[in-house]
């Protein structure tokens, strides 16, 4: 019997393309200021298609940390100090337009009344946390945990077992859902179900294989989670 749900956030909450390609974007932009071959540069280290704004799968930061990300622009100007880019990579997400995927506070309300439920993302745990709010979901989600909380980050299962733990609850009882293979990963190693969605840059049959269902996005969850019992 499922009895809780422990969710990834970007790609899965909110559309990743539309939310961090853009970020992306503008952010690539700022850092080259007016530089075309570093816009190019960046683009090709965040594996990002500058004209669509959208994310090649294997990109660092679809699943990678702020660590990776931060690396890979420092690769392309060492010149600039890391915690400038730290600053400025931090004054762009706190802005970013944050698209999600469906009405998070109404299937929220829903999912509350019968399951625990819980966020593990690759993000820091203060930026998850300030994106929750600014969604106006951050009350439903009692345990939050970024690659900084001291869990590890995904693909290891650290996030997801504390979750488990926190709650109480055998983790064949908790679904992980996410949209990259880095969350299934995660969750399967951790004892989970896992469950993909396809808000986010990979495709079905690249989730497929790690995951005991996919569907569209977390807006069909009610149906699906019916279909379980």
Known sequence: MIKALLFDKDGTLFDFDATWGRWAKRAIIELAEGDKAIEQSLADAF???FETSKFDPSSPIIAGTID????????????????EIIEKMKEGTEKAELVAVCDLP??????????QLGI?????EASARMHLERANVERFFPYVAGWDSGFGAKPDHGMCTAFAKHINIAPENIVMIGDSTFDLRAGKAAGMKTLGVLTGPAPHEELAPLADDVIAS???LPEWLESQD
């Open 106 to 115: 109404q299937l929220f309300t829903k999912l509350s009344a019968k399951y």
């Open 218 to 220: 977390i807006a069909g």
């Open 47 to 49: 594996l990002l298609n």
């Open 68 to 83: 990776e990300t931060l690396k890979a622009v420092h690769a392309v100007l060492p010149n600039i100090p890391q915690d």
């Open 120 to 124: 593990a993302t690759n993000d820091n």
